[in-house]
């Protein structure tokens, strides 16, 4: 079982920064795909990021492109996504997510029934 815990999230003003972090259970995280979704009040969960188990591949979501951050420290078992510049819209309840299936299916890994564990999420309120 593969327990993601999110910590980092708080409220901020427009333009501001925040780091948030995802502490990963599991001998197996240097093998995970992980993900960051968000969902904000009365909308779908949408994806934000993700990076390959290498680290050495990472998909943005157009909204967040050269703002945000995703990265890793396998050797700490943790995930991180630096975001900079935000905006009221990045208002959400923010997702670490883990796929634990050894592979990066460059068509799925948007997809938030692609992966197999979450976290329960942490709060980033942008105002502005």
């Known amino acids: 079982q593969v327990q993601l815990v999110e910590s980092g999230g708080g409220p901020v003003q427009a333009g501001e920064s925040l780091r948030l972090s995802c502490a990963a259970s599991?001998?197996?995280?240097?093998?995970?795909?992980m993900g960051w979704f968000r969902q904000a009040q009365g909308n779908r969960r949408e994806f934000v990021a993700v990076?390959?188990?290498?680290?050495?591949?990472?998909i943005y979501a157009d909204s967040v492109k050269g703002r945000f951050t995703i990265s890793r420290d396998n050797a700490k078992n943790t995930v991180l996504l630096q975001m900079n510049s935000l905006k009221p819209e990045d208002t959400a309840v923010y997702y670490c997510?883990?796929?634990?299936?050894?592979?990066?299916?460059?068509?799925?890994?948007?997809?938030?029934?692609?992966?197999?564990?979450w976290g329960q999420g942490t709060q980033v309120t942008v105002s502005a």
């Open positions: 997510a883990a796929d634990a299936s050894g592979s990066f299916v460059y068509a799925r890994v948007r997809d938030p029934g692609w992966y197999d564990y």
């Open positions: 599991g001998r197996s995280f240097s093998y995970y795909t």
């Open positions: 990076i390959h188990w290498s680290g050495g591949t990472t």
